[in-house]
């Protein structure tokens, strides 16, 4: 027996990949006829069919062709009734009509903001896998941000980034909105969740969406723990950078409240950026949000203009440093020299101590580096 959610099947012939997928029918396991799986589509324009013996482009909705030509975003059954039997086909519909520019048919709209579906779409038979592709393909389109306008909209942010079970965010009035998401960025890392269940260390509640909600791999989620924390260590170094200051207090919890100066900069952003590595220009952009109020939805075009300004500065900045791919340098001292340097029996703290240590006397010092950085 075959789903009828199950995705197409990827095959090669003759170095020509090809996708193949059953043909769908009103009930699992049957088979079905063109014109069946035609209606059994999300879209009306995603259901024309290519025939390759009469090379002819085939329209079994008879509405398919007309709705791609019109720009329409269209479900070929009653909306309701297809999300109800599909509640992803929503975000599939998103996509689709953010991505190529499409006006979403108003009787769509009002399906997915119904109750009833986004009640569906929250109940746990909803493959969460199927709901992070989706979600994947949205953000890595050419219109994430109105595809993700649309979800907001519609009702599904909360699940498709869904927190712990039994946890109790509370609801909040739109108004709020904005004041919340600005203190969620900025402070986001920093909320921890505790399995009752295990009984297990806590973690970030980050962590949790990126792995249980988005089904990202671990070594995603933390690349995602990494930005938030590298943007908190950009806030007050991006302001110091820009205003040219010869010494600034830096009371971000990144920096443990250190006094720099000038001469440092170099050091404390070469640091971060060994952290980071590839990923600090994400990291420069969050830290934007964390440095201006870019969050509130009534956001000018001056505000977005100086952000990028300050956004050019920095990176140029860096870049102009010889700080951009400071990661890939090879360290002067080794892991092996530096246990034995400061006579250490077991690799930990003091080993990671002493490698931060030599990568910031040579970035202070480019290639003067020698043991008094260590003992000094």
């Given at each position: 027996m075959v789903n009828?959610?199950?995705?197409s099947v990827p095959k090669e012939f003759d170095a020509i990949k090809k996708n193949i997928t059953n043909l769908r029918s009103f009930e699992d396991g049957d088979f079905a006829t063109p014109e069946d799986d035609a209606y059994r589509r999300e879209l009306t324009i995603n259901s024309l069919f290519y025939n390759i013996q009469y090379?002819?482009?085939?329209?079994?909705?008879?509405?398919?062709?007309?709705?791609?030509?019109?720009?329409?975003?269209?479900?070929?059954?009653?909306?309701?009734?297809?999300?109800?039997?599909d509640p992803v086909s929503v975000l599939r519909a998103t996509r689709f009509g953010a991505r190529l520019g499409f006006e979403l048919d108003q009787d769509l709209k009002m399906a997915a903001s119904d109750d009833e579906v986004r009640a569906a779409m929250?109940?746990?038979?909803?493959?969460?896998?199927?709901?992070?592709?989706?979600?994947?393909l949205t953000v890595s389109g050419n219109q994430p941000t109105k595809a993700m306008a649309y979800i907001c909209e519609f009702g599904y942010f909360e699940t498709v980034f869904s927190l712990p079970e039994k946890s109790e965010p509370?609801?909040?009035?739109?108004d709020m909105t904005d004041f919340v998401l600005l203190i969620w960025i900025s402070h986001g890392k920093f909320l921890y969740y505790t399995?009752?269940?295990?009984?297990?260390?806590?973690?970030?509640?980050?962590?949790?969406?990126?792995r249980n909600s988005l089904k990202l791999k671990l070594s995603d989620a933390d690349t995602v723990m990494k930005l938030y924390t590298a943007a908190q260590g950009f806030v007050s170094l991006v302001h110091f950078i820009a205003s040219k200051d010869e010494r600034q207090f830096i009371d971000v919890d990144y920096w443990k409240g250190e006094m720099i100066d000038a001469s440092r900069i170099r050091t404390l952003v070469g640091l971060l950026l060994g952290q980071i590595k590839d990923n600090w220009r994400p990291a420069l952009v969050l830290s934007m949000l964390l440095t201006s109020s870019l969050v509130h939805s009534d956001v000018t075009s001056v505000e977005l203009d100086l952000s990028k300004e300050l956004y050019k500065v920095v990176e140029d900045w860096i870049v102009r440093k010889?700080?951009?791919?400071?990661?890939?340098?090879?360290?002067?001292?080794?892991?092996?020299?530096?246990?034995s340097i400061l006579d250490l029996k077991t690799e930990g703290y003091s080993l990671?101590?002493?490698n931060r240590r030599c990568l910031s006397g040579s970035l202070l010092i480019p290639l003067e580096l020698n043991r008094n950085v260590l003992i000094g």
């Open positions: 009828r959610h199950l995705s090379d002819s482009v085939e329209d079994f909705t008879g509405r398919g062709i007309p709705d791609l030509m019109s720009g329409r975003t269209v479900t070929p059954l009653p909306p309701k009734k297809s999300f109800l039997d929250a109940a746990g038979n909803v493959n969460r896998e199927r709901i992070a592709r989706e979600i994947h509370g609801k909040i009035s739109t399995n009752r269940k295990s009984n297990t260390n806590s973690f970030p509640v980050i962590k949790y969406i990126c010889g700080l951009d791919g400071i990661w890939e340098v090879k360290p002067v001292v080794n892991g092996a020299q530096i246990m990671g101590n002493g």
